[in-house]
């Protein structure tokens, strides 16, 4: 990946946060890694007892050709978080927790504030 890619998507996930703090969650984790997968954003919501644990995958575009960010987020790579949030679950695993799979999809055009889009229960894993 080049390093103008990875700078990209690194300000994603910047703002993806940022914009989660404003809307009331706490980030736990940050760029969790399990062997060769990883979860962007790990983020809590709730009281104890009755806590909302998500599991973030951002995806950071410069438009919205080719389907957008959302859409970046297929089968392969949901199968790939959601491998890693086992782990994550197996290791910080708390009572009453809840958890999910989100999406965040940031557009980021030329000269202009980049769009965020969150998409909550984004897919599910059986």
């Known amino acids: 990946m080049s390093k103008a890619r990875q700078e990209l998507g690194a300000r994603g996930e910047r703002l993806a946060e940022a914009w ?23 983020a809590e919501r709730g009281e104890e007892g009755d806590r909302t644990i998500a599991f973030i995958e951002v995806k950071t575009r410069l438009s919205p050709a080719y389907g957008g960010p959302l859409g970046a987020v ?10 890693a949030a086992r782990d994550w679950i197996s290791r910080f695993r708390r009572p009453g927790e809840q958890y999910r799979f989100d999406v965040i999809g940031v557009t980021q055009k030329k000269e202009m504030e980049p769009e965020i889009i969150h998409l909550e229960n984004a897919f599910s894993v059986r």
């Open 20 to 42: 989660l703090v404003r809307a009331g969650w706490r980030i736990i984790g940050r760029r969790f890694r399990s062997g060769h997968r990883d979860i962007d954003l790990v």
């Open 74 to 83: 297929h089968w392969r790579k949901q199968r790939e978080v959601a491998r």
